[in-house]
């Protein structure tokens, strides 16, 4: 049996800790063959971060990945030496040496191959292997550099490594008990769910429910892994990330609240409004490898419209450095930005099949006197960009408004 463990950073946040999860990891290792993927301790990451801005207002993004990637090579040799000093055998590796190929998209690398022959054999060996997360290195073998696969990207290395060794567990254990209906830090009476399907999961993830990566549930779902989240040191049951099943037709149509306080709002305005502008503008965003969402383009007066759309936070920098030299090509007046605003969504299989719930969510924004900025939907999901500062009593009043607090919940929306 083989068993793929993740520790996030908050359980690996001091060298206490550390032992404590070393002690965890022997547990397990005693009836399985255990693969353990780290992430850089506490927010040893956001430090670099800091610190490389501190240097290079944009930082070059290969040496970023470069620096970002000592964080979990870090956490992952003090877990080991841990390891030994408990007495079990054990090997860290980066991820290079753990087989992970990537794209060369530096900051947000997609995984494209797992060659898992240094692993097998390690574990063969009977050691633990414990993996530097959030990391892998580009394909060409002379030239090979240091990757890193986004914020939050540990977890993809776990269900990556657990669908290339065909693993019997993949387990996430961070620093809650499982995936609650919203966020338990901001939503007092959230609700831990025993299961949710990888789509459901995807789309909160997407849209800020930080508890997983996107990508990880994406390769979850593809290679069909089962992904439990857990809670790090307390011994309750968590969250199973599997396939949708009978049982959850029962449920509240709608599954879950995200939100998302990392949204940046970018404005272009008095663009002409005719063929290629808008194909001008986000294809050099695209090139920009940055993601592009909620996208509002005025009604145009006079041959002229604005155009406002989102990026992440983190991206705002550089996607203001990749737009000022096109603004004259385009022939638009003016870009401004703003960082006051949020996301908050509805996320649930049900809403696909059941109308009203769009009724239902700006009741609930409305009641609280919460102002609506702009609206996206998938077939599983409505999303509203509020003001920031509204945040958590939107998150609220959904919960409420849905029941979700409520194990079956009513069908609430029709
Ligand atoms: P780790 O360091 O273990 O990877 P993260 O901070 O990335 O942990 O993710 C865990 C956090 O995700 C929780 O502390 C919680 O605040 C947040 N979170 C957001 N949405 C949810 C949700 N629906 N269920 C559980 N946690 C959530
Ligand atoms: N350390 C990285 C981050 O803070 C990756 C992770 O924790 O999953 O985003
Ligand atoms: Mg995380």
């Not at 060659?115 to 530097?132: D, F, H, I, T, Y």
Request: with cysteine.
């Amino acid at each position: 049996m083989i068993t793929v463990q993740k520790y996030g950073g908050s359980s690996v946040a001091s060298t206490e800790k550390i032992m404590t999860v070393a002690k965890r990891i022997k547990h397990a290792a005693e009836c399985s063959q255990v693969v353990v993927v780290v992430s850089a301790m506490g927010d040893a990451t956001d430090q670099l971060i800091a610190m490389a801005k501190a240097i290079s207002k944009i930082p070059n993004e290969r040496e970023l990945d470069k620096l970002l990637a000592t964080g979990e090579q870090a956490s992952s040799a003090l877990l080991t030496l841990a390891l030994h000093e408990l007495g079990t055998q054990a090997v860290s590796l980066t991820g290079g040496q753990a087989g992970i190929i990537t794209e060369s998209t530096p900051g947000k690398a997609r995984i494209l191959n797992v060659n898992p022959e240094r692993l097998s054999q390690e574990l063969n060996e009977g050691k633990v292997v414990v993996v530097a997360g959030f990391q892998g290195i580009t394909e060409n073998a002379t030239w090979a550099d240091i990757t890193t696969l986004g914020r939050g990207g540990s977890d993809t290395t776990a269900v990556a490594l657990a669908a290339a060794l065909h693993a019997d567990r993949c387990e996430i254990y961070t620093d809650v008990d499982g995936v609650f209906t919203a966020d338990p830090r901001i939503c007092l009476n959230a609700r831990k769910l025993d299961s949710i399907c990888y789509e459901e999961m995807l789309e909160l993830a997407g849209q800020g429910a930080r508890v997983m990566h996107s990508r990880a549930v994406e390769l979850g779902e593809i290679y069909g892994v089962n992904i439990l989240v857990a809670h790090s040191v307390r011994e309750v049951p968590g969250t199973l990330i599997c396939k949708e099943d009978d049982t959850m037709e029962a449920r509240n149509p709608v599954r879950g609240i995200a939100h998302d306080t990392d949204v940046a709002k970018i404005t272009v305005t008095s663009l002409p409004d005719r063929p290629g502008i808008a194909y001008q503008i986000f294809h050099a965003l695209a090139e920009a490898n940055i993601n592009v969402d909620v996208i509002v383009q005025n009604v145009s007066s006079q041959g002229v419209t604005d155009m406002s759309f989102t990026v992440n936070l983190a991206d705002l920098a550089k996607a203001q450095s990749v737009l000022d030299p096109i603004m004259q090509n385009v022939g638009a007046k003016n870009l401004t930005t703003s960082v006051d605003l949020a996301k908050v969504s509805i996320v649930g299989t049900g809403i696909r099949s059941h109308p009203g719930y769009a009724d239902t969510m700006f009741g609930a924004l409305a009641k609280n006197g919460i102002n609506i900025v702009s609206i996206t939907t998938s077939e599983i999901r409505i999303t509203c960009l509020i003001d920031k500062a509204d945040v958590q009593q939107a998150v609220q009043s959904l919960h409420d408004a849905f029941e979700l607090e409520k194990p079956d919940g009513p069908v609430k929306g029709e």
